[in-house]
């Protein structure tokens, strides 16, 4: 069992809707949760960086991470086709270097 | 968010030769730099962890010899592959972060895509 799992896809909305990504890990000593956002060929963008459980928002994105079912969620609102990219949740130790991702999800925002 | 470069972007170069990537911080002192590596359509594997002025700590079945890392400065990492094969081929990319506390963010590069020919 992979550490953190993240539904590959792809997923394909059309623009306007909410789009709901999703991870789940079985390590509960994650503490730190991150969403990246990946374009073609490039390096990942860091969207969100939350702390323990809660809720996050930043303009039309809301991270969400549940602790207690070992699941974090990223949101956004009014999705638009800049949103097409691939996203991945990553998630640290307290106390280590290593960022563990999942595998992404591809997503696509159609017009 | 803090920028890291990533150079070259692209690099095909022939079956035996060594080539080098440069990850550079712009705007900020990396103590720490990452180095993964990602196949079409998954997600990026580490491949090792430098700190400034220390060896690399390599990930499990990664060969050291084969991918050099240096991190000489608090803004400069390179990873060399040497003797490239076929195989080798992929997408490069390098993260850095701030200070030695891991409570930090990890800013990538634009990464490096490595044909091998």
């Known amino acids: 069992q992979k550490e953190v799992e993240q539904d590959p896809g792809p997923l394909s909305v059309p623009e306007g809707a909410i789009v709901s990504l999703n991870c789940t890990y079985s390590?509960?000593?994650?503490?730190?949760f991150m969403w990246y956002r990946q374009y073609s060929r490039k390096g990942p963008e860091l969207l969100m960086y939350t702390y323990s459980s809660g809720n996050k928002e930043d303009g039309r994105f809301t991270a969400q991470v549940d602790k207690s079912s070992k699941y974090i969620s990223l949101f956004i609102r009014d999705s638009q086709p800049s949103d097409s990219a691939t996203y991945l949740c990553?998630?640290?130790?307290?106390?280590?270097?290593?960022?563990?991702f999942g595998q992404g999800t591809r997503l696509t925002i159609n017009p | 968010g803090a920028v890291v470069s990533q150079h070259p972007s692209r690099v095909i170069c022939k079956s035996g030769t060594s080539v080098k990537i440069e990850c550079r911080s712009l705007d900020f002192q990396a103590t720490t730099m990452f180095w993964y590596r990602q196949f079409p359509k998954q997600s990026l594997m580490l491949m090792a962890t430098s700190n400034e002025g220390s060896k690399a700590t390599y990930e499990q079945g990664v060969e050291k010899d084969k991918f050099l890392i240096n991190h000489a400065s608090l803004t400069l990492s390179t990873l060399t592959v040497t003797s490239a094969h076929p195989e080798d081929s992929s997408f490069y990319i390098c993260?850095?972060?701030?200070?030695?506390?891991?409570?930090?963010?990890?800013?990538f590069g634009q990464g490096t895509r490595l044909t091998v020919v």
């Open positions: 993260s850095a972060q701030t200070g030695t506390f891991v409570n930090t963010e990890a800013f």
């Open positions: 390590n509960s000593a994650f503490q730190y």
């Open positions: 990553a998630m640290r130790v307290q106390g280590a270097q290593k960022l563990v």
